[in-house]
Structures are given as C-alpha cells and as structure tokens.
C-alpha cells in the first residue's frame, strides 16, 4: 500500500468496475431503446409544443418537488393513489431530454397527469395560483408566467385573456411559457400497454399446472410489445393472428 | 502547565503551540509538529468472515432479482422490472392469447401422455420402435383427420414414417381416455410445434369430435398405414 | 514540552516572510504564536521503518508555500458556504410558507434549491476539500505546494466557473440534472480548472520526500483520481452526447453517489484518519484494518448508486447490484468505526480542549449515522416507505454538513493559523462556530426525519390526500428552517472569524506600505516589536 502505481491501479479498477457494470452494460441493454411503431401508433409521443413545454419544467425545477415515475405494486400505494394504472418502464422515458424522474414528492406523482387532469384552463389557473384550485396547497404560485392586465371600467377582457378573473379588475393574460407548460402537462401519459409492464392483474388467463416451469409454457410465445386482445381498457386495437396457417 | 501560564501562549484551540502532544523536541527547545503513524496488528478474522458471508448473500440476492441467468431472454434481462425476478414471470403476468392457451393446454397433455415414449424433443426413439413426430409426414397433412385418427385408435402392422419403417409401433389408444378439447391442444401442440420445425394449422375440438363420431364404429381397433392413406390429406 | 515563553528570547523572525506582525497586548484573545524551528525536523520512528530517502521540508516552508492558493479556496469556499446556506434557508422556508419571494422566476423555489446546492458542493465543499487535499498532500509528502501560481490560477477559474453555473441555474438555463445543473459552459471551466489543481497535486505527492504512504495520502489520490472522471463521464453522457431515456437518470444517480461518496466522503475520511491520530498523539490502530476498509469501500460505494432508483423505471438487476452493494458498505463502516474508536479509546475527552478535534469527531460521528441510514435507506425493503420523503433528503444534509461540512470546518480551523503564522481572532468565535453549526446539522436532520417518516407513513403506506399530508409535515419543515438559520449564523461567525485574521496578517504589508507611501524616504522595515 505504498505504491503509488499500483495504489492507481486499484482505484483505476474500482471505478471500471463501476462504470462496466452500471453504464456500459444497461447502455447496451436498454440504451439502445426505439420509440415504438405499432398499429399506427408512435410512443412515446412528444409533440411540438410539449418539448418546449418540458425545457419549462425544467427551468423552472419543477422536477425539485414532483416526481414522474409510477411504482409497482407493492412499492408503496401510487397505483391506489390513482396515478398510474401500470408502472412506468424505460420505454416510457425515450423521448425526453432531460429525463426528470424527481426523488421528492411534495406534490403529486405527474407521470399520468394528463390523463387525470385533462381541463387546460384548470392547469393554468392552478399554475397561477394554486390554492384556488387545490385548497391547502403549498405549492407556490407562478404568477410570473402571466400577465395582469388592469382593466378600464365596463372593459371587457381581451380574448386571449382566461376567461375568468384571478385578480380582481384584471384581465389575466397567460405568457407563452405558461401555455407550453401546460401542453406538457396535458401529454403527460404513461399508461400504453407494454410486454415489460402488464397490468397487474390482467393474466387472468394462467394455466395452472405449469406455474413451476422456467422454460416456460408456450415455447411459440408471441413477440415482445404485442397487445393482447384480452388487454382490458385501452385505445389500441389489436388483432393478434392466432397460428399463420390456414385452416 | 498552568492556566495562567496558557495564557501567554495561544490558546489550545488552534494548537499552534501545543504540538508538542505527539511531537518532538528540536535542540532550541521548541516543539514541533510531527505527522501521524500507523500501528500495524492483523485484521480480525470475523471481519473477514463477515466480507465473505455478505459477498454470498449479495450473489445470491442479484442471482434472485431480476439476473435471470437461466432466463429464457438471456441473463441480465432488460424487460424485467420489480416486482418481477425472472422473464419467466413476466410472461406469465402477461395475459395470453388463444394461440397460447391452447399450446400451453396441448403441451401438458404431451409431457404426461406422450413424451414418455415420443420424448420432449419429438424425436421418438427409431431404434427402439417409436416414430418421431418432429417432421412427419402424418403430423403434417394438410388437415389433422389423419392424426386424429392416430391418436383415437392407435396405430397397428408396418407404417413408414420419414423414410423408415416401424412395424406394429405399440401405440396406445386415447380415445377413451382424451377428451374433445385435450386432443385438441394436443394435436395442435405437436402440428403447430415450432421448436420441432412442424408448422401445420391447428385442431379445433369440434373437428376432433366430429371425426370420433364419425369413427365411432372403428374403436378399439387399430388402423393401418393403409387405411389411414385412404383419408384425404385435407380432411 | 514546550517553555513558558515560546519566543524564549530567541530571535523571532528569522525565515519567515511576516516582519513583526502583532504582539501580544492587542487584545486578550490574541497572543503571539510558537515559532517553528528553524532547524530540520527529524522524524518520530515508525514501527513500519521504512527509510525516509530525503529530509523533509521543515514544516512552516510547507505551510508557507501553500499559503496564498489554499487561502484563496479557502475563503472563497466559505463565502460560497454562506451564499449556499442562505438560499437553502430561503428554500426551507418557501416549503412552508409558499408565497415568499414567489413573484419572480429568479427566485422560485425550483431553481433556488438546484443554486444553493451547486454552490454549497461546488462552490464550498469541493474548493475546501481541495484546499485541505493539498495541505494535507503536502505536509505527509514533505515538500512544498508545487506550482503555486497554478493553483491561484485553478481556483480563480474554478470560482468563475461556479459563479457562472450558479447564476446560469438562477437564470433558468439548469440542466435539470440532480448535482449538475450547472449548464456546460459552466462545467468545462470547472474541469480545466481541476485538470490544473489536479495535475499540480499529483507532482506534489510524486516528490514525496518519504516514499512510505500513510492511510489518509490513500484517500486523497482515490479522490483525485475518482472526481475527473465522473465528472467528466457524467457531463459528457448527460450534456454532450446524452445517452438516451432512462439511462440519463441512471448516469446521474451513478455520479450523485460517487460524488458524496468517494469524492467529499474520501476527503472527509482522509481529515478524520489524518486529524484523531495527529492531534491525541497515537498512532492509528491498525493500518490493515484502514486498506481493508479503503478496498472494500472503494469497490462498494462505486458500485452502490442505483439504489436511489428503486421502485424507479430501470431493470431490476440494475437496482439488485446496488443495493447488494449498499449493504456490503456495512464491512468498511464497520472498520473505521472500529479503527477510530480503538485509537481514541481514552481520550475522548480531549475533544473538549481542542477544537479541531471536536470538529472532527463530531464529524466521525455524523458519517457512521449517515452511512448506516443509507445503507438501511437503501434496501428495497425499507425504501417502499421512505423513498420521496424528506428523510432522504435530511439524510442528504446530514452527510453534506453533518459528516463533510464538520470535518473540513475542523481542519480550516487547523490549517489557517498555521498559514498564516497568526492565531484565530476570538476563540468564542469559534465556539459559536461549532455549537451553532451542531446544533443546526441535529435539528434540520432530526425535524426533516421526524417529518419523512410521517411523510411516509402517509404517502407510501396509506392513501391519504397528498396536499393533506403535505401540510401535517410543514411544523417539521418549519423546525428545520430553524435549524437552518443556526447552521447561518455558525458559518457567519467562522467568515468573521476568517476575515479578521486575514486581515491582521496582511496588515504589516499595509502598514508598511502606507509608511512607504508617506515618508518620502526609502522604506526601512519598520520593527513594530
């Protein structure tokens, strides 16, 4: 231990290991990941305005209070909390530059917010206060990302202002950050049935007698991401050819 | 040294002067800083022994959650996420399609009934009397009634399956044991095989009791080569 | 032991740069110093003989050649300090009380948080650690700070290039990254800086005049290995060619832990395994015992960093490596614990004396109780309740001030006198320095504990409604801001502290410049005695 060389080499090989196993091989596993093409379906999807609307969520750290990631089943209660109704997998992450999982919640869980809060203007009236719409909350207000415009008596208010009145005598007027911000809300959606992530619950379907074989039961198991026609709830519609031969 | 002596000196707590705890004299008589030294004593045994339990236990635990080394998708899989620990439960957590409820059944009903003698592999025992069904040519008629037939009521004299000739394979007969639906899957199972390379259709249950209704009145006795060749292949 | 008056009559200023500076009588806290000898030092026998090739450099040459670059990180590092801690306190409490200071984008809370803790790592912990990486080089190694200049240099950058990041997070130009916020401009000046301080530090501990290496010389060359390479591996796979979806978080969460881990926590390591033997007088317990814990973490801790990620969107042997790896960091816990405790046994009373001890030990303490509730913290099992509460993040703080925070306030407290010839201003300074920053550390991570467990009592275990349950842990948080502000004004006494020393001992320059300036006649060195 008193070889500075050889120190080196040990330190050198710590970190190897650590940057072999940690980076390199999931680079290779799962960082070569495409977007999915299926039934004329792309996802993940990030359109447009919603890309600039993430770069909104990352200026302003919103990533510092809420997550967006779904548990598991038995990693604490988001599925009955509502916020998912399958956990998020690598797949769902593709599309985003940065990827802002969030390691606090104070608020809650924005995987699937889009599809619980789908009403834009209760975004933007939430983003500019949000004790209005969430009494209680400790989130604090984004009034910066709108402007107040003060109206004259017997003005009406401008047709790009929301249409209803945050501040009294004011016609409140949402900047494009704002907008794109809540664009980005709106496309938050991580519930598109995937091979890796099925529903808890949906095989309802197991034969029981091979519950203890690892080679496992179908040997012609259909492909990776297929959708299953016993998938309950979900947009895609699906036709899984049973067996390629004619009858 | 006395309180009132320290303070003519600096105080302890930067311990300019006050190096001489662990240092040495110089000839002017001032103290002087010296580094810290090592002591060198073998390592306890049960800290080791401790190294090399918790090393197993880690092996052990990644072996367990998620490595899959034996896994069907390879060791390390990436499609494996908590709380799955194997490919193996992840497809079963997947729901299934008809195809595969059907495969599944027809593979079961295989492994008790018929692999004994036809083996897993589908390759039968030539030597030994037993046809393979991996590539045979009564397996993969355009229409299972020839195999529906073979599994009914066996099959007796000389046959020629893939270029050799059995004679008098001892085949049980399974009509009075299978149902419609088991001989179904099973039928499917060993047509539609693809470990195997047998690519034919399936069997559905209502051919399968139509034929047996149609040879009711063969039961009992076995066919042969013959009578077999006399179905059309697309029936 | 040393005689009463250390001036003893002789002559004071032989081979030192200050001529005259202070005397005893300015005021009843500050005294002269002990001169160091002027004669060569021997060195105390080690059991481990190992030959010492070259004498080494006296001790005040060492320290003298290092005076000016480890004072400027030094001071810069503890104006950071302040910078950082006043907006964490303003982030705590905007976490209670939402609507303040809310009104400008500059100033909400998710970019104050990312500024504060970019300059408090950045800004203070990595430029104090490097600061002490180098004395510390220096003094085992015997010899001189090398290239000096360099290093000045190194550190204005390195400050330039925070206060660039910092302003760019502010500006809303943050990466989004945890720990790396900093936008790319930013960084790559901090990496050439580092190139540059890096490089002068491996020439100093190559010319080491003794080729013998002592624990804490392990630490520091693995700290001096381990951060270029992450951070230049983390910004490069996250801002230059980012790697794509989900393996960005895990890139970061690899780097988040390295970082704490084995760049601040090696450092950290090398002051308490440097400072317990130094100042008791011992020699350390046992030298095996300290490479078996060197190994073992070295291996582990690299390899522990995904198990932030559980229940998170990556394949679960990704995560079941990490926290096997989390749980075997239980081996070199246990042997610092071990190897600190058998060399203090005895005289854990002497931390009451000495200051830098009490500093270090308090330190020692809070990195066993940060270390083992990470290990726990780290499991899959126990994350279930407690991941996403603000007991992750109170055990964040409590490793980042408890553990790396102490144990470098306690070697400035050490190093600056002997920079610069001059003792502290006020001893009660220091003082409050400590119990206010102890006392800060315990009440944030103790109130942000108390109030994660509940937070995830509710939040993981149960279904109550989250804005609900969010409030039920504001008197938590609001007993943290608490601790907050002591945690400021502990830092505000240490920059006192600091600032009126540097002052004194650059006074004689000014004096006797201003003297230069007036009298119309050459300068004579006025003897101020």
Redesign the interface.
């Known amino acids: 231990?008193?070889s500075?060389p050889l120190?080196?080499l040990?330190?050198?090989v710590?970190?190897a290991?650590?940057?072999w196993?940690?980076?390199l091989?999931?680079?290779v596993?799962?960082?070569?990941?495409e977007i999915l093409n299926t039934n004329n379906m792309v996802y993940p999807a990030r359109p447009g305005v919603t890309k600039q609307g993430e770069q909104i969520y990352?200026?302003?750290?919103?990533?510092?209070?809420h997550?967006r990631?779904v548990?598991?089943?038995?990693?604490?209660?988001d599925f009955?909390?509502g916020w998912g109704n399958r956990?998020?997998?690598?797949?769902?992450?593709?599309n985003?530059?940065?990827?802002?999982?969030?390691?606090?919640?104070?608020?809650?869980d924005l995987a699937n917010i889009g599809l619980r809060q789908t009403n834009a203007l209760w975004h933007l009236a939430h983003l500019y206060e949000?004790k209005r719409m969430?009494?209680?909350?400790?989130?604090?207000?984004?009034?910066?990302l709108f402007k107040n415009r003060k109206l004259k008596v017997g003005e009406k208010p401008p047709p790009e202002a929301l249409p209803f009145e945050l501040k009294p005598g004011h016609a409140t007027i949402p900047s494009e950050d704002a907008y794109a911000l809540v664009d980005y809300m709106l496309g938050q959606q991580a519930e598109f049935p995937l091979?890796?992530?099925?529903l808890?619950g949906?095989?309802?379907?197991?034969?029981p007698?091979?519950?203890a074989?690892?080679?496992?039961?179908?040997?012609?198991?259909?492909s990776?991401n297929a959708v299953?026609?016993?998938?309950p709830s979900t947009n895609v519609s699906t036709n899984?050819a049973?067996?390629?031969?004619?009858? | 040294m006395s309180r009132k002596q320290k303070d003519n000196l600096s105080v302890t707590n930067s311990g300019v002067a006050d190096v001489s705890v662990g240092g040495s004299v110089s000839s002017t008589g001032v103290a002087v800083e010296s580094e810290p030294t090592a002591e060198q004593r073998p390592i306890s045994v049960l800290l080791i022994g401790l190294l090399i339990v918790l090393l197993y236990w880690g092996d052990m635990y990644v072996m367990e959650h998620g490595a899959d080394v034996s896994g069907k998708a390879g060791s390390f899989p990436p499609v494996v996420y908590d709380p799955f620990q194997s490919y193996a439960q992840v497809e079963r957590a997947n729901p299934r399609s008809e195809l595969d409820l059907i495969l599944a059944r027809g593979r079961n009903v295989f492994r008790t009934m018929c692999a004994p003698c036809h083996q897993d592999t589908g390759l039968g025992n030539p030597a030994m009397g037993v046809p393979p069904l991996a590539g045979s040519e009564w397996v993969l008629t355009d229409a299972p009634g020839r195999m529906i037939r073979i599994v009914l009521d066996s099959v007796s004299g000389e046959i020629q399956v893939a270029g050799k000739t059995y004679n008098n394979p001892q085949m049980p007969p399974w009509r009075e044991i299978l149902n419609d639906e088991d001989m179904a899957a099973l039928i499917s199972y060993v047509r539609f095989n693809k470990d195997w390379g047998n690519n034919a259709s399936i069997a559905k249950p209502e051919k399968v009791k139509e034929v047996r209704a149609a040879t009711a009145s063969h039961a009992g006795r076995q066919w042969t080569a013959q009578e077999l060749l006399q179905v059309p292949p697309n029936e | 032991m040393a005689s009463d008056n250390p001036a003893g009559g002789a002559p004071i200023t032989q081979d030192r740069s200050f001529a005259g500076h202070g005397q005893a009588g300015l005021s009843p806290c500050y005294s002269m110093t002990a001169p160091a000898a002027s004669t060569l030092v021997s060195e105390p026998s080690r059991p481990s003989a190992v030959i010492a090739t070259q004498a080494r450099v006296p001790t005040t040459e060492i320290d003298a050649s290092c005076r000016v670059p480890v004072l400027l990180l030094f001071v810069s590092g503890a104006i950071w300090l302040l910078v950082g801690i006043f907006l964490l306190l303003l982030s705590s409490v905007k976490l209670h009380s939402p609507g303040v200071l809310a009104d400008t984008a500059w100033l909400t809370l998710g970019r104050i948080r990312p500024a504060a803790m970019n300059a408090v790592l950045y800004g203070f912990a990595s430029q104090t650690a490097i600061g002490v990486l180098l004395w510390m080089l220096c003094r085992l190694a015997g010899t001189r700070l090398f290239f000096q200049s360099t290093i000045l240099i190194a550190g204005m950058l390195w400050n330039l290039g925070v206060t660039t990041g910092f302003v760019g997070i502010l500006a809303g130009a943050g990466t989004g990254f945890d720990w790396l916020e900093m936008p790319r401009y930013a960084s790559v000046i901090l990496f050439v800086a580092y190139a540059l301080i890096g490089i002068c530090a491996v020439m100093t501990f190559h010319f080491r005049r003794d080729p013998a290496l002592y624990v804490s010389q392990w630490y520091l060359l693995a700290a001096l290995f381990w951060f270029p390479w992450i951070y230049s591996a983390a910004n490069f796979l996250l801002l230059i060619q980012p790697v794509r979806g989900v393996m960005q978080a895990v890139v970061n969460a690899w780097y988040t832990n390295i970082f704490l881990h084995l760049w601040l926590g090696s450092i950290g390591l090398a002051v308490i395994f440097y400072f317990i033997p130094k100042l008791i007088g011992r020699p350390l317990y046992n030298r095996w015992l300290a490479a078996f814990g060197f190994w073992t973490l070295a291996f582990f801790a690299n390899l522990s960093g995904l198990n932030q990620l559980t229940g998170g969107p990556v394949p679960a042997w990704m995560i079941s490596i990490s926290v096997a790896a989390g749980v075997l960091l239980i081996v070199p816990l246990i042997s610092v614990a071990i190897n600190w405790h058998l060399t203090l046994a005895g005289n854990y009373q002497r931390a009451k004396e000495d200051m830098t001890l009490r500093f270090v030990v308090f330190g020692a303490g809070c990195y066993l109780i940060a270390e083992a509730l990470g290990i726990v913290l780290g499991t899959r099992e126990v994350s279930v309740a407690t991941h996403y509460t603000y007991l992750e993040l109170g055990h964040r703080y409590l490793a980042l001030f408890g553990f790396v925070g102490m144990v470098l306030w306690g070697s400035l407290h050490y190093i600056v006198p002997r920079l610069v010839q001059m003792d502290w201003y006020c001893p009660k300074l220091t003082k409050t320095h400590f119990r206010c920053s102890a006392l800060g550390v315990g009440l944030i991570f103790v109130a942000l504990s108390a109030g994660g467990v509940l937070h995830g009592l509710k939040m993981n275990l149960g279904t109550e409604d989250m804005v609900r349950l969010v409030r039920a842990t504001v008197p938590f948080v609001g007993l943290s801001t608490l601790g907050w502000l002591l945690l400021l004004i502990g830092q505000g006494a240490l920059l006192m502290n600091l600032f009126v020393v540097l002052r004194r001992s650059v006074e004689p320059y000014r004096r006797s410049a201003w003297e230069l300036v007036r009298s119309d006649n050459p300068a004579q060195p006025e003897e101020s005695s």
């Open positions: 231990m008193n500075g120190l080196f040990g330190i050198f710590t970190l290991a650590s940057f196993s940690l980076l091989v999931p680079q596993k799962i960082g070569r990941q990352r200026s302003l750290g919103c990533t510092e209070c997550t990631q548990r598991p089943r038995g990693y604490g209660s009955d909390r956990r998020t997998v690598a797949q769902d992450y593709l985003d530059y940065p990827v802002m999982l969030g390691n606090l919640r104070i608020g809650p949000p969430s009494p209680g909350s400790m989130m604090p207000p984004y009034r910066f091979f890796e992530a099925p808890p949906a095989a309802t379907n197991v034969p007698a091979d519950a074989s690892t080679n496992t039961v179908s040997t012609n198991a259909v990776t299953s026609t016993n998938v899984v049973p067996g390629n031969s004619p009858k």
